[in-house]
Every structure is written in C-alpha cells, then in structure tokens.
C-alpha cells in the first residue's frame, strides 16, 4: 500500500502562482513514477506532468512553459510549481505512484481555483 498526502491548493488570481506537494509513504520502492492529473468539473481526468525516479518529466502540451514537476527522492516528495495561471486550469488536483509492481495509487485530491 502507499499513501499520498497532498497540500498547496487554493484560490489564486489569474497570472499568479500556485505550488503543490505530494508526500508518499508506505511501499516505495523501486523504479517508479509519481505526478500529477487534474479533473475539472464535467471533464475527464487528465495527465498534467509525471516524473520518474530517474528524473524523466512529461508535461501535457497545456501546461508546458507554465509548470514544472520535480520530487525529492529522499523524502519520497513530488512537487508541481504552476507558475502563470488560467482560469482553464481550475480543477481538482490528484497526485499519483506508479510502480509496476504494485500499481497505481491515488491521493485525495486538492482544489486549485483560478479567478479570472
């Protein structure tokens, strides 16, 4: 089992800045992969950034130049610093593991609301 506890979420004016925290616990190990989706009202949930133990990152093209995923292998934290904010990016923010092993984990979600 792994769980992710996740802070950071807010109400922030369009232009400003936002970052988040993702910190797992439990049954990590391994090669794995942690970040971040989000789920707006009536829309799917979408990836926004993943990044592996490694260090490789993926972004989704909305948020490339505005985002940057990073984590802290020692203390098992992923961190997303949205930087340049939309009101389209208003939306419930779920942290994510990933290992092959195990599978897939979610966390509780955090609100993060844009105002225009």
């Known amino acids: 089992q792994v769980q992710l506890v996740e802070s950071g979420g807010g109400l922030v004016q369009a232009g400003g800045s936002l970052r988040l925290s993702c910190a797992a616990s439990?049954?990590?190990?391994?090669?794995?992969?942690m970040g971040w989706y989000r789920q707006a009202p009536g829309k799917q949930r979408e990836l926004v950034a993943t990044i592996t133990s490694g260090g490789g990152a993926n972004y989704a093209d909305s948020v490339k130049g505005r985002f940057t995923i990073s984590r802290d292998n020692a203390k098992n934290t992923v961190y997303l610093q949205m930087n340049s904010l939309k009101p389209e990016d208003t939306a419930v923010y779920y942290c994510?593991?990933?290992?092959?092993?195990?599978?897939?984990?979610w966390g509780q979600g955090t609100q993060v609301t844009v105002s225009s």
């Open positions: 994510n593991y990933f290992q092959a092993v195990i599978g897939s984990y």
């Open positions: 439990g049954n990590i190990f391994g090669r794995n992969a």
